[in-house]
């Protein structure tokens, strides 16, 4: 089996990435989209490195090299963080993941601590994309993600199936051919900051049905709704067992 091991070259790297990709990310535009929500937002804009990952018969070994990349921030497992700083990753459908990677790459997704990294200086062109997509796809989910308090889960229940279910599936498991994430397991923390953003207009590639059905939600909707969301359970075949560590990085 192809292994190889975590680098802790990679987390050194982090603060030159940094500054030398806010230095690049400065001559960069955003790409006009095919899909336009307000001025200056964009939901799905297709073409360029999108269009062309999408097309590519990913390998699932320079995946795992590209991974390694990823894997300072989002954990060896792609589990990412339960405070929300880093979302996971595994079992996320690969057409998300190749959106969201080509979105931040062409400046329509704001994302500055993660671009540096995103470069295809960093992790190559469009076939590294389709690659690195494939793999974390492939990867086991975490079986405790972290969750609210749990106080307010009726309410949350009921919200989530009348505002959510339509993109998102009843058990949160999105759509990999519309390019709607896997929501169901994500960590709580993570949600509301997401969540927060595309009310504010911060995540300019968001949705602009969702950012527009989510604006009369108050403080109480969004942590009933995400709490109930962050609790919903990918299928056992898409789940790690407990204390699983990813072999590739053993």
């Known amino acids: 089996m192809f ?9 050194a790297a982090v603060s030159a990435l940094l500054a030398g990709g806010a230095a690049h990310a400065a001559d960069v535009k955003p ?41 300072a921030c ?24 190749i959106k ?28 590294a994309i389709a690659d690195v997509a494939a793999y974390m796809a492939k990867l086991p989910m975490n079986p405790e993600p972290g969750v609210g308090d749990g106080k307010d889960l009726a ?17 949160g498991a999105g759509d990999n051919d519309k390019f709607y994430p896997r929501i169901q397991g994500q960590h709580y923390n993570y949600l509301v900051r997401q969540y927060q953003w595309i009310k504010e207009g911060k995540r300019r590639n968001a949705n602009p049905d969702m950012m527009k059905q989510i604006q009369a939600f108050t403080d109480r909707d969004t942590k009933a709704v995400l709490d109930y969301t962050s ?17 590739d990085f053993q």
């Open 74 to 97: 989002h954990q060896p497992e792609g589990w990412g963080l339960t405070d929300g700083t880093f979302p996971q990753l595994a079992g996320q459908h690969a057409k998300v993941t």
């Open 3 to 11: 292994k190889f091991k975590y680098s802790l070259a990679v987390a």
């Open 31 to 71: 790409t006009k989209g095919k899909s336009l929500g307000e001025e200056g937002y964009v939901w799905h804009a297709g073409g360029g490195e999108e269009d062309a990952a999408l097309t590519l018969k990913p390998d699932l070994n320079n995946g795992r090299e590209v991974y390694e990349v990823c894997s």
């Open 155 to 171: 309410h949350g229940k009921k919200l989530y199936e009348e505002n959510c279910t339509r993109c998102h599936g009843v058990d």
């Open 100 to 127: 969201q990677l080509a979105d931040i790459r062409a400046l329509n997704r704001d994302n500055p601590t993660m671009y540096p990294f995103a470069l295809p200086s960093q992790i190559g062109g469009p076939q």
């Open 231 to 247: 609790r919903l359970k990918p299928p056992a075949n898409l789940t790690a067992p407990k204390g699983w560590k990813n072999p």
